[in-house]
């Protein structure tokens, strides 16, 4: 007799279903495709819902608008008044205020004033800080020398620059000859220790300050003091009184054709990457024939360029 499978059994367990179970699922699948039905003609039956009034919601709103066109009335002449003293420079999107030219002393200046003069309050800045610094103005140059001031500005006020004269002051002729000259410290010669007497001045950073002007050949302009690490424009501004560069053009020149690449690097304008770049330059061209010749190397745009050129020679 033939071995029935027990898979067979298995399977007519899970798939032979009764009179009453056929029944139930075919209920189930009318209700399941009663309900597609339903839902698929369902856009076509779009649900109105009852209008809105919006009636009082549009009175609040003309309300809103009336009181605020009444404000507006009622601040036009504030509103006025501010515009004439504040302008709105479109150009530049800054703000612009009305200059008021007066006689005044630059010393101690209250901030009104010079921003009644037309000053920012960034300009002020500065100017407040070289005071707070122990710098003062003995001179109209004085004035023109602080960088914060453009030469526009001070051409424009300097009619009205009233600095009191120390030789009109009341006081004993017999003790003129006492008076004591303003210190002036020569920064392209001063040594670490004569650099100290300045103000704000100390034995390290007097050291710095020597370092960096050997390792430049020497200072060209004053305003080079701000390339010293630590250096702030408020501190040169309140040297500015008692320092100065009598011999500008004494200084020592690099050999662009001679100097090794140890010389070169060190220098604080040209570095390691450019040192190299002259040195390659230098071999594929049989040396340089004018310093004006190194702009060809792509590193020296013509702002490094006018940096440089003083330190740099042929021969």
Same mark, same amino acid.
């Given at each position: 007799?033939?071995?029935?499978?027990?898979? /067979?059994?298995?399977?007519?367990?899970? =798939?032979?279903?009764?009179? /009453?179970? /056929?029944?139930?699922?075919l209920?189930?699948?009318?209700?399941?495709?009663?309900?597609?039905?339903f839902?698929?003609?369902?856009?076509?039956?779009?649900?109105?819902?009852?209008?809105?009034?919006?009636?009082?919601?549009?009175?609040?709103?003309?309300?809103?608008?009336?009181?605020?066109? #009444?404000?507006?009335?009622?601040?036009?002449?504030?509103?006025?008044? !501010?515009?004439?003293? !504040?302008?709105?420079?479109?150009?530049?999107?800054?703000? $612009?205020?009305? +200059?008021?030219?007066?006689? =005044?002393?630059?010393?101690?200046?209250?901030?009104?004033?010079?921003?009644?003069?037309?000053?920012?309050?960034k300009?002020i800045?500065?100017?407040?800080?070289?005071e707070? $610094?122990?710098? *003062?103005?003995?001179? *109209?140059?004085?004035? /023109?020398?602080?960088?914060?001031?453009?030469?526009?500005? =001070?051409?424009?006020?300097?009619?009205?620059?009233? @600095?009191?004269?120390?030789?009109?002051?009341?006081r %004993?002729? +017999? =003790? *003129?000859?006492h008076?004591?000259?303003?210190?002036?410290?020569? @920064?392209?010669?001063?040594?670490?220790?004569?650099? +100290?007497?300045?103000?704000?001045i100390?034995?390290?950073?007097?050291? #710095?300050?020597? @370092?960096?002007?050997?390792?430049?050949?020497?200072?060209?302009r004053? &305003?080079?003091?701000? &390339?010293?690490?630590?250096f702030?424009?408020?501190?040169?501004?309140?040297l500015?009184?008692? !320092?100065?560069l009598?011999?500008? %053009?004494?200084?020592?020149?690099?050999?662009?054709?001679?100097?090794?690449? $140890?010389?070169?690097? %060190?220098?604080?304008?040209i570095g390691?990457?450019?040192?190299?770049? !002259?040195?390659?330059? #230098?071999?594929?061209?049989?040396?340089?024939?004018?310093?004006?010749?190194?702009?060809?190397?792509?590193?020296?745009?013509?702002?490094?360029?006018?940096?440089?050129?003083?330190?740099?020679? +042929? &021969?």
């Amino acid at each position: 007799m033939k071995k029935r499978s027990p898979f /067979r059994d298995t399977w007519k367990d899970y =798939f032979s279903f009764s009179k /009453r179970e /056929r029944r139930g699922i075919l209920a189930i699948l009318l209700i399941i495709f009663l309900q597609i039905i339903f839902l698929l003609y369902l856009k076509y039956f779009p649900v109105k819902d009852p209008p809105q009034d919006f009636t009082a919601f549009k009175k609040e709103v003309d309300s809103f608008y009336v009181a605020l066109d #009444r404000s507006n009335i009622a601040s036009e002449k504030t509103n006025n008044e !501010i515009d004439a003293e !504040i302008k709105l420079d479109t150009s530049s999107g800054k703000i $612009k205020r009305p +200059t008021e030219l007066f006689a =005044f002393n630059p010393n101690n200046l209250p901030v009104e004033d010079w921003r009644r003069l037309g000053f920012s309050d960034k300009q002020i800045k500065v100017i407040k800080n070289y005071e707070a $610094k122990g710098g *003062k103005f003995y001179s *109209k140059e004085n004035v /023109r020398k602080m960088y914060c001031i453009t030469e526009t500005q =001070f051409a424009r006020i300097e009619p009205f620059i009233a @600095i009191p004269d120390k030789a009109g002051d009341h006081r %004993d002729t +017999t =003790f *003129k000859k006492h008076e004591f000259k303003p210190l002036m410290v020569d @920064i392209g010669i001063a040594d670490s220790v004569e650099l +100290t007497k300045l103000r704000g001045i100390g034995p390290g950073f007097g050291r #710095r300050i020597s @370092i960096y002007r050997d390792k430049l050949g020497g200072f060209k302009r004053m &305003e080079q003091l701000m &390339e010293v690490w630590g250096f702030s424009d408020s501190l040169y501004q309140s040297l500015l009184p008692n !320092i100065c560069l009598r011999d500008s %053009d004494n200084i020592r020149k690099l050999s662009l054709n001679n100097s090794d690449f $140890k010389g070169l690097k %060190d220098h604080p304008y040209i570095g390691y990457q450019l040192a190299g770049l !002259i040195c390659n330059y #230098r071999k594929q061209h049989a040396g340089f024939k004018s310093v004006e010749e190194i702009k060809k190397i792509p590193l020296v745009n013509e702002q490094l360029y006018s940096k440089l050129a003083p330190y740099l020679k +042929t &021969e």
